[in-house]
C-alpha cells in the first residue's frame, strides 16, 4: 500500500517513514508496538445523547495499545528528543514523576525501544498501577502520600541531580512535544475522519463520484469548500487507488481545477467537525488539536473541560476531584488558553454517572475524564445554535484501569462479596 508517510495532512515531524498514527490505515504488521500508536476510530453516542440534537462522536483513545492517550505523548516525547540527538537506548536513564497513563506509555515506548527508566510516584497510588509499571520492567520509586505529587516531582529532580548527564525528564506538562504529536496526528486524524472524503483505495467509482460533488459542491452550491479545500491537496489524491491514466492525470488536474473555480473560505461550514470537547490535564491533547483544526476551519469552537470542585482554569481555586487524568490544580505551560473558546465545569459525581452510563447505554467502557468530556459535549450539543452541528469528544482512557476507583467501587465490592449459587 502507499506510503502513508507522503500525505499531506500527515505533518512529518521526525523524518521517520513511520511513527504513530499514520493516517488512513494501520500497517498489516507493525514493525514494533509503537507503531500501533494512534489512529483511533470515531464511534457515534446514540442513546446517552437524548435530547441532544447535535451528532457526538467520541474519539476512542482508549482504544491505544496502552488504552490512553498518553501513549501518543510517550512516543512523540521519546522520538523528538532521540531526533535530536539528546537520549539513546542504553545510554539515557528517563525518568519522569507520574502516577498516571502518562507513566503507563512511558513505560511501554521505553520497554519497546530499550530504555531504563525511573518513575516516582506518591505511595498512595493503586496497588494496580504499582504492578502494571512493574510488568513493563520500570523501576519506581515511591514517596511519602502527604508530599503528594509535589513529593514525587521533588524526588524525580533529585534522581535527575543524581544521574547527571545521564538522566533525561519528560515533563509532560512543559514539553512542547506533548501538544505537537497532537497538532501532528490526533487533530489531522479528527479532520479526515470527518470530513467525508474518498479514502485510499476507494476505487475508480468512488472516486468519480466524489469528484462530481467536490466540483459540483464549489462551482454552484459553495458549500463543498470543506471537501474542496481537501480533494484540491494533491498528496491526498496520490493516496487513491486510481486506474492507470486517472493515477498520473488526478494529482495533477484536480489540484488545477480547484483553483479554477471560486475560492471559498475553509471556515464555511463544511461537512467536518463543527465542535471539539475534551478534558485539560497537561492541556497537550486539546492544544494542538485546536492548532491543527482551527488552522483548517476558523469557525471551529473549542470546549476544554475541567472539574468543577478543581476549576483553575475558570479562575477558581484548586481542590480535590475524582478526575484522574484533568484538573491538575494550576494551568499547565501545555495549556494555551487562547485556543479554548469555552470551558466547562463538571463534577466528579457527573463524570462518573456518565462514566457508567457510557458503559450500559453505548457499550463503551470508559475512565472517568472521558464521563466528564461526553457530559460537557451533551450539554454543549443541547443548546438550540448547536442542532445538526457535529461535535467530536475526546475519550482519553479505557474503563477497565478506573475497576477500583470509585468509578466501579462498588461493583468492585459486590463481586468480592459473591458466593457460589450451589451449596
Ligand atoms: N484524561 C485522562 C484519563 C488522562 O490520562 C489525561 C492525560 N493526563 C487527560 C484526560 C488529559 O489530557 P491532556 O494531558 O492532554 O490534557
Keep these: 500500500s502507499a506510503n502513508r508517510g507522503t500525505t499531506s495532512t500527515n505533518a512529518q515531524s521526525n523524518g521517520h517513514a513511520r511513527g504513530p498514527s499514520m493516517l488512513f490505515e494501520r500497517p498489516k504488521v507493525a514493525n514494533d508496538v509503537t ?90 497510588m493503586s496497588m494496580e498501577r504499582r504492578v502494571l509499571l512493574k510488568a ?45 504529536i497532537h497538532l501532528e496526528t ?22 468519480l463520484l466524489h469528484m462530481v460533488v467536490v466540483l459540483v459542491g464549489r462551482l454552484f452550491v459553495g458549500g463543498g469548500s470543506g471537501l474542496g479545500s481537501l480533494s484540491c491537496k494533491p498528496g491526498l489524491w496520490a493516496e487513491v487507488d486510481l486506474p492507470g491514466p486517472l493515477r498520473w492525470s488526478a494529482p495533477r488536474l484536480i489540484p488545477l481545477l480547484c483553483s479554477l473555480s471560486p475560492s ?40 476544554a473541560v475541567e472539574p468543577r470542585e478543581s476549576a483553575v482554569l475558570s479562575g477558581d481555586q484548586p481542590g480535590p476531584h475524582k478526575i484522574q487524568g484533568i484538573g491538575a490544580g494550576f ?20 463524570s462518573i454517572d456518565m462514566a457508567r452510563e457510557l458503559a450500559k447505554k453505548e457499550g463503551l467502557l470508559v475512565g472517568i475524564s472521558s464521563g466528564a468530556a461526553v457530559t460537557a459535549a451533551i450539554r454543549v450539543g443541547s443548546r438550540p445554535e448547536n442542532a445538526n452541528k457535529k461535535i467530536v469528544v475526546i475519550i482519553p482512557s479505557f474503563g477497565e484501569r478506573y475497576l477500583s476507583t ?18
Design 264 to 303: 471559498l473560505p475553509s471556515s464555511l461550514s463544511g461537512p467536518q467537525v463543527d465542535i471539539l470537547v475534551g478534558g485539560v490535564g497537561t492541556g497537550g491533547t486539546m492544544t494542538g488539536c485546536a492548532q491543527y483544526l482551527k488552522g483548517r476551519k476558523s469557525s471551529l469552537i473549542t470546549v
Design 186 to 207: 490526533t487533530g489531522p486524524e479528527i479532520w479526515t475522519d470527518t470530513d467525508g472524503e474518498v479514502r485510499q483505495g476507494g476505487g475508480a467509482e468512488a472516486w
Design 35 to 124: 507503531e500501533l500508536i494512534g489512529n483511533t476510530p470515531l464511534v457515534r453516542l446514540n442513546r446517552v445523547t437524548v435530547g441532544c440534537q447535535a451528532e457526538v462522536l467520541a474519539k476512542l483513545e482508549s482504544m491505544e495499545p496502552c488504552n490512553s492517550v498518553k501513549d501518543r505523548i510517550a512516543y512523540s516525547m521519546i522520538t523528538e528528543a532521540e531526533n535530536r540527538g539528546e537520549i539513546a537506548p542504553g545510554k539515557t536513564v528517563l525518568v519522569e514523576p507520574t502516577s498516571g497513563n502518562t507513566g503507563i506509555g512511558l513505560a511501554m515506548v521505553a520497554a519497546a525501544k530499550g530504555y531504563e527508566l525511573i518513575l516516582t510516584m506518591p505511595e498512595s
Design 406 to 423: 470509585a468509578l466501579f467501587q462498588t461493583l468492585w465490592d459486590d463481586a468480592a462479596k459473591m458466593v457460589t449459587s450451589d451449596s
Design 136 to 180: 513493563f520492567g520500570a523501576n519506581l520509586v515511591l514517596t511519602v502520600a502527604s508530599k503528594g505529587m509535589k513529593g514525587a516531582i521533588a524526588k524525580a529532580q533529585e534522581i535527575v541531580d543524581s544521574l547527571g548527564d545521564k538522566a533525561f525528564m519528560l515533563q509532560q506538562f512543559e514539553n512542547p512535544d506533548n501538544p505537537k
Design 331 to 350: 494551568v499547565p505551560r501545555n495549556a494555551d488558553m487562547s485556543m479554548f473558546d469555552e470551558i466547562q465545569q463538571v463534577s466528579s459525581e457527573e
